[in-house]
């Protein structure tokens, strides 16, 4: 398949996942988590495997040129497969020209600095593909199902009023803008999981002694606060999708599919910035003929 024509692939097949920047998102209406576009695992299998190749070939580029830097966010509920999707999109890249970085519940010393801090911290470089796994979008979901971790937050009084949400939902947009602007391109996915399929990828994980670590007691009584996160999901893909960052919501109940979606959001964000190799000036060109011809003169 020509550039060309795999750009305007990806691109159709990732539209419909598009939070329309400006629009109001009602998640459990708008979005289907077992949509997969009329496709068969077997075809899907197929297009990751393409989709992967052309990841790799793009972030050679994009290191080699050294100029974007790209900012992928994962953001799902618990077993929305964050993990798996990371695993098998980023398998075909080269690991120097990647950096994953999960986040949990904040440190004493994260708690002590403003709330983008540790963010910022993990942000990639020119060049680099920066992997968020749980993102800073956690200020605005777990931080708001749970208003005792933004008491923890050692805010001063006037920061902590009802309008703290708004106020983060613009402050994000606004620090996303700057990134974009200053050649980090930020890439978000939320994985989109029913409640019935969590419930079963839950029952795997007591069952089967290989991914008992992955579960805890908490997780059961996270998923009692299901509509809570729901809306919250809504409100956030709201208020945060933007023309220079919008969301893509990927159907996240079948493995496979999910992880076709979120590798073509990926593409499509490196194909924009279409990331080419250094080519030399004619000074630079003669000084490598001149090298060329010294090495060769050492021939024995
Ligand atoms: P896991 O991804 O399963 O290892 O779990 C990480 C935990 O950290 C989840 O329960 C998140 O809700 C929690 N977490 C992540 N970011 C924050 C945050 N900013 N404030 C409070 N809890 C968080
Ligand atoms: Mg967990």
Redesign the pocket.
């Known amino acids: 398949m020509s550039d060309g024509r795999a750009a305007e692939r990806v691109a159709k097949f990732i539209k419909p996942l598009r939070v329309k920047p400006g629009s109001t998102v009602d998640l459990t209406e708008d979005f289907d988590p077992r949509y997969k576009a009329g496709m068969k695992k077997r075809e899907g299998v197929e297009l990751l495997r393409t989709g992967v190749s052309l990841l790799a070939d793009h972030q050679a580029r994009l290191a080699a040129q050294d100029t974007y830097g790209v900012l992928f966010c994962l953001q799902a509920i618990?077993a929305g497969g964050k993990d798996g999707t990371i695993r098998h999109v980023m398998s075909g890249v080269n690991p120097q020209g990647v950096r994953v970085s999960?986040?949990?519940?904040?440190s004493a010393e994260e708690l002590d600095h403003d709330y983008l801090w540790r963010y910022a911290q993990r942000l990639p470089s020119r060049g680099e593909i920066g992997i968020f796994?749980?993102s800073h979008y956690?200020?605005v979901l777990?931080?708001r199902v749970?208003p005792e971790?933004l008491d923890r937050q050692k805010l001063p009084e006037e920061a902590k009023g009802p309008d703290v949400w708004d106020r983060r939902y613009r402050e994000i947009n606004d620090w996303e803008r700057y990134l974009t602007d200053n050649g980090i391109k930020v890439v978000k996915v939320f994985l989109n999981l029913s409640e019935e399929e969590q419930r079963l990828r839950f029952l795997k994980r007591i069952d089967r002694p290989e991914k008992n670590w992955k579960f805890s007691a908490?997780d059961v009584r996270?998923r009692e606060r299901w509509d809570d996160y729901q809306e919250a999901f809504s409100e956030m893909l709201s208020a945060t999708s933007t023309p220079w960052a919008p969301w893509y919501v990927v159907p996240a109940d079948r493995k496979w599919f999910a992880r076709i979606c979120a590798a073509a959001v990926l593409a499509h964000a490196l194909i924009g910035i279409d990331p080419q190799y250094p080519s030399l000036d004619g000074k630079a060109r003669k000084e490598l003929l001149a090298a060329r011809r010294g090495l060769e003169a050492e021939a024995p």
């Open positions: 618990d999960g986040f949990k519940v904040p796994n749980r956690e200020e777990v931080v749970h971790n908490a996270e």
